[in-house]
């Protein structure tokens, strides 16, 4: 009778996540699979796709755009994850102290996480001009009138990443906060009984507190920068320009699909991205789970 | 019982009739499925074309639908994948070589379109239909022939001392120094407002004005015919290095500056050369005082054209079923014969004689004395990504600084690369 009714509630339990394993099996895992079958194909949308094995993965390794794009992208991933790492903890630590108008100024961090990528692009498009009000900023003093922010290819990709980091380091920040509002108080309180200075108590009870969260803040942050495009996309003056300096690959995927009538090679660079951020995601889980 | 069995036999033939004769009717019935990329102004002329044809044709029903510019593309691409692509289409002359290689394109129906021969559409269009013919057929009708000149803001050029009747420079060699003229820069010598400079930003806009500069040289980007890169020649070098000069030695502009057409219309730019016929609206909307004036030629041109020619047209679906494609070309009939209308309310040109009649200010006759010397870029399977190679070589020499003599090689093995791989893809498609 027990056994009946257990069983019973298994099936009710399954019939209730029914819906969402369908949905995510319809939108998530078909698209997957469809991706993978349509990068083994040489495929133009107009005409029916041919099969081609994996010579479009073959085609990467010598395809001077994927390589660039690749590289690009790694150089972003880097710029993107490190110092935001860094700075979001440096800015949560500051914000979990207790001082006047902090929760002020909290909100007035958090501000550049709340518009769209789009409109953060458009606005620093604006801000970078190169007779504008970061030109201002950075050479005025100096005399300076004209910086091609947006123009050179030094300069291109580093406003791609200050400009990211400036949008997604008060997002970090507040799980960053989360986490250090799980700190047991009694540790620290513990400590400076002790006589550890604030340095030491971050370094000896704060940071390996902080473990879980490092990884989901490592994790988030790798995943939405290899994943980058709205910015590269919409706030240079010519997508991926200028001289490809700031070609990423999800750039690359669209141009290929429904620039170049590529079908067959956007989902090659879809799958190897696919790929490169389920390592790089597992990687993290694996460091977290040794270090457990 | 009889009178039961022939009642019963009536019902079943009167039924049998009603069915058939619907049938009959819905064989009759067509429905077109028609996509155009939006141009505000069109969009009212349009619905009442499509309105006025339904009247006139009640066996045709029209599914008229505007996509944004910015999707148009993209979306064409997906429903033509998907199998629900439009029976009628608009796309740009710069793009339908794909179309035309993948079969999307059926060729013109010269009998469903009421038309005795081709000569007809020649004499309506003349060079018009060059960029929609391919092996000698053609596959399209012209709903808007365009071509750039050159607008310059009279305000700004009598500020500089200058006229643009007298003083226009006749070529390229003479507009450095008077876009100087025209120039203000601050203390460091930054432009503050330029002269003249060319349209960077826009890929389609240095696709059909630098490729015209090469032209006018004897040369081009890509040779259509033998699907090679033409970039590395000693005359293309020359050509590459005005451009080069232009941002570096001169600094008179660049790509690092804000898309021509918009410093034009904000009084930032005294002279602009990638409007079309369609730009003097807009001239009178941002109350800019303008003469329209012919692009320079270079002193030791070869060939008398100015910018590049470039056209949007309407085509057929060639996957629609026989039926429904007679229907369509009637429709491009019917809907290409408003020209004079669609130009009037629109301001979209298509060289019919009784378009050009009415563009007839001085202004205006720029435009057409210049389509006559016009000449199309080359059409090109993979244009995308060899214009997108072109941008990047571009910037290489003028933002990287890289030389000619290094990028050029390079940019030419590239696009070739792309070519090749286009027309082999190609060639597969066909056998």
């Given at each position: 009778?027990?056994?009946?009714?257990?069983?019973?509630?298994?099936?009710?339990?399954?019939?209730?996540?029914?819906?969402?394993?369908?949905?995510?099996?319809?939108?998530?895992?078909?698209?997957?699979?469809?991706?993978?079958?349509?990068?083994?194909?040489?495929?133009?949308?107009?005409?029916?796709?041919?099969?081609?094995?994996?010579?479009?993965?073959?085609?990467?390794?010598?395809?001077?755009?994927?390589?660039?794009?690749?590289k690009n992208t790694?150089v972003f991933?880097?710029g993107?994850?490190?110092?935001?790492?860094?700075?979001?903890?440096?800015?949560?630590?500051?914000?979990?102290?207790?001082?006047?108008?902090?929760?002020?100024?909290?909100?007035?961090?958090?501000?550049?996480?709340?518009?769209?990528?789009?409109?953060?692009?458009?606005?620093?498009?604006?801000?970078?001009?190169?007779?504008?009000?970061?030109?201002?900023?950075?050479?005025?003093?100096?005399?300076?009138?004209?910086?091609?922010?947006l123009?050179n290819t030094t300069l291109a990709p580093l406003a791609m990443i200050v400009?990211h980091?400036?949008?997604?380091?008060?997002?970090?920040?507040?799980?960053?906060?989360?986490?250090?509002?799980?700190?047991?108080?009694?540790?620290?309180?513990?400590?400076?009984?002790?006589?550890?200075?604030?340095?030491?108590?971050?370094?000896?009870?704060?940071?390996?507190?902080?473990?879980?969260?490092?990884?989901?803040?490592?994790?988030?942050?790798?995943?939405?920068?290899?994943?980058?495009?709205?910015l590269q996309?919409?706030?240079a003056?010519?997508?991926g320009?200028p001289a490809n300096s700031t070609l990423v690959?999800?750039?690359?995927?669209?141009?290929?699909?429904?620039?170049?009538?590529?079908?067959?090679?956007?989902?090659?660079?879809?799958?190897?991205?696919?790929?490169?951020?389920?390592?790089?995601?597992?990687?993290?889980?694996?460091?977290?789970?040794?270090?457990? | 019982?009889?009178?039961?069995?022939?009642?019963?036999?009536?019902?079943?033939?009167?039924?049998?009739?009603?069915?058939?004769?619907?049938?009959?009717?819905?064989?009759?019935?067509?429905?077109?499925?028609?996509?155009?990329?939006?141009?505000?102004?069109?969009?009212?002329?349009?619905?009442?074309?499509?309105?006025?044809?339904?009247?006139?044709?009640?066996?045709?029903?029209?599914?008229?639908?505007?996509?944004?510019?910015?999707?148009?593309?993209?979306?064409?691409?997906?429903?033509?994948?998907?199998?629900?692509?439009?029976?009628?289409?608009?796309?740009?002359?710069?793009?339908?070589?794909?179309?035309?290689?993948?079969?999307?394109?059926?060729?013109?129906?010269?009998?469903?379109?009421?038309?005795?021969?081709?000569?007809?559409?020649?004499?309506?269009?003349?060079?018009?239909?060059?960029?929609?013919?391919?092996?000698?057929?053609?596959?399209?009708?012209?709903?808007?022939?365009?071509?750039?000149?050159?607008?310059?803001?009279?305000?700004?050029?009598?500020?500089?001392?200058?006229?643009?009747?007298?003083?226009?420079?006749?070529?390229?060699?003479?507009?450095?120094?008077?876009?100087?003229?025209?120039?203000?820069?601050?203390?460091?010598?930054?432009?503050?407002?330029?002269?003249?400079?060319?349209?960077?930003?826009?890929?389609?806009?240095?696709?059909?004005?630098?490729?015209?500069?090469?032209?006018?040289?004897?040369?081009?980007?890509?040779?259509?015919?033998?699907?090679?890169?033409?970039?590395?020649?000693?005359?293309?070098?020359?050509?590459?290095?005005?451009?080069?000069?232009?941002?570096?030695?001169?600094?008179?502009?660049?790509?690092?500056?804000?898309?021509?057409?918009?410093?034009?219309?904000?009084?930032?730019?005294?002279?602009?050369?990638?409007?079309?016929?369609?730009?003097?609206?807009?001239?009178?909307?941002?109350?800019?005082?303008?003469?329209?004036?012919?692009?320079?030629?270079?002193?030791?041109?070869?060939?008398?054209?100015?910018?590049?020619?470039?056209?949007?047209?309407?085509?057929?679906?060639?996957?629609?079923?026989?039926?429904?494609?007679?229907?369509?070309?009637?429709?491009?009939?019917?809907?290409?014969?408003?020209?004079?209308?669609?130009?009037?309310?629109?301001?979209?040109?298509?060289?019919?004689?009784?378009?050009?009649?009415?563009?007839?200010?001085?202004?205006?006759?720029?435009?057409?004395?210049?389509?006559?010397?016009?000449?199309?870029?080359?059409?090109?399977?993979?244009?995308?990504?060899?214009?997108?190679?072109?941008?990047?070589?571009?910037?290489?020499?003028?933002?990287?600084?890289?030389?000619?003599?290094?990028?050029?090689?390079?940019?030419?093995?590239?696009?070739?690369?792309?070519?090749?791989?286009?027309?082999?893809?190609?060639?597969?498609?066909?056998?």
């Amino acid at each position: 009778m027990l056994k009946r009714t257990r069983l019973g509630r298994h099936w009710w339990g399954l019939v209730f996540v029914l819906p969402v394993v369908l949905f995510f099996a319809v939108f998530s895992v078909f698209p997957v699979l469809f991706g993978f079958a349509i990068s083994l194909t040489d495929y133009n949308l107009l005409d029916e796709p041919f099969y081609v094995g994996f010579d479009n993965y073959r085609n990467l390794l010598d395809d001077r755009l994927f390589l660039t794009a690749f590289k690009n992208t790694l150089v972003f991933v880097f710029g993107a994850t490190l110092p935001v790492w860094i700075l979001s903890l440096a800015v949560a630590v500051l914000f979990d102290q207790a001082f006047r108008g902090r929760e002020f100024l909290k909100t007035l961090f958090f501000l550049p996480v709340l518009p769209p990528v789009v409109v953060v692009a458009v606005i620093w498009r604006l801000l970078l001009h190169p007779n504008g009000v970061m030109t201002w900023f950075a050479g005025g003093h100096q005399g300076i009138t004209e910086i091609p922010w947006l123009a050179n290819t030094t300069l291109a990709p580093l406003a791609m990443i200050v400009v990211h980091d400036w949008a997604v380091i008060p997002f970090f920040m507040v799980i960053w906060l989360a986490g250090l509002a799980g700190v047991p108080r009694e540790l620290r309180e513990a400590a400076r009984l002790d006589g550890a200075s604030s340095w030491q108590m971050f370094w000896h009870i704060d940071l390996p507190q902080l473990r879980a969260t490092a990884v989901l803040v490592a994790a988030l942050s790798s995943i939405n920068a290899f994943q980058t495009f709205t910015l590269q996309y919409a706030m240079a003056p010519d997508p991926g320009g200028p001289a490809n300096s700031t070609l990423v690959l999800g750039l690359l995927v669209l141009k290929y699909g429904f620039q170049y009538f590529r079908m067959g090679d956007a989902a090659a660079v879809s799958v190897v991205m696919f790929a490169m951020i389920l390592v790089v995601t597992a990687i993290q889980l694996g460091f977290n789970r040794r270090v457990r | 019982m009889t009178l039961r069995r022939l009642a019963f036999a009536f019902a079943v033939g009167v039924a049998v009739q009603v069915v058939v004769g619907l049938g009959g009717a819905a064989a009759q019935q067509v429905t077109l499925k028609v996509w155009m990329h939006e141009h505000p102004p069109r969009i009212p002329i349009d619905k009442a074309i499509v309105a006025e044809f339904e009247k006139a044709n009640p066996n045709i029903k029209i599914q008229y639908d505007v996509l944004g510019v910015a999707e148009y593309s993209t979306k064409l691409l997906t429903a033509f994948a998907s199998g629900s692509g439009p029976d009628i289409f608009n796309q740009t002359s710069a793009l339908v070589a794909q179309y035309f290689t993948s079969r999307i394109m059926a060729p013109v129906d010269l009998a469903a379109m009421g038309h005795a021969n081709e000569k007809v559409l020649q004499d309506l269009y003349g060079s018009g239909l060059d960029g929609i013919r391919f092996g000698g057929r053609l596959y399209g009708i012209p709903t808007e022939v365009s071509n750039y000149a050159c607008y310059t803001n009279n305000t700004i050029w009598k500020e500089a001392g200058l006229d643009p009747m007298k003083d226009f420079p006749r070529t390229w060699e003479e507009f450095p120094a008077i876009a100087e003229k025209l120039t203000q820069r601050d203390a460091n010598g930054v432009p503050r407002r330029r002269g003249f400079d060319f349209n960077w930003p826009s890929a389609g806009a240095f696709w059909n004005s630098f490729n015209a500069l090469l032209q006018q040289r004897g040369g081009t980007l890509v040779d259509e015919a033998t699907y090679k890169a033409a970039l590395d020649t000693p005359t293309n070098h020359r050509t590459f290095q005005y451009l080069i000069d232009w941002a570096a030695k001169h600094r008179l502009g660049g790509p690092q500056y804000t898309d021509s057409r918009t410093d034009f219309l904000g009084g930032k730019l005294g002279t602009d050369c990638t409007f079309g016929i369609w730009g003097i609206p807009q001239m009178h909307d941002a109350k800019i005082d303008f003469t329209v004036r012919p692009a320079p030629r270079f002193a030791d041109a070869t060939s008398d054209n100015g910018m590049n020619a470039y056209a949007y047209y309407m085509m057929v679906n060639a996957r629609s079923s026989t039926a429904v494609q007679k229907a369509a070309w009637a429709y491009v009939r019917y809907y290409s014969d408003q020209a004079e209308r669609l130009f009037a309310g629109s301001g979209l040109f298509v060289p019919r004689p009784e378009v050009a009649a009415r563009a007839i200010d001085a202004n205006s006759r720029v435009f057409l004395d210049e389509l006559k010397k016009a000449k199309f870029p080359p059409r090109v399977v993979g244009y995308s990504q060899v214009l997108d190679a072109v941008m990047r070589g571009r910037d290489r020499m003028i933002q990287g600084g890289e030389p000619a003599a290094k990028v050029l090689p390079e940019l030419n093995k590239d696009i070739d690369v792309i070519l090749q791989r286009e027309r082999a893809r190609a060639e597969a498609l066909n056998r």
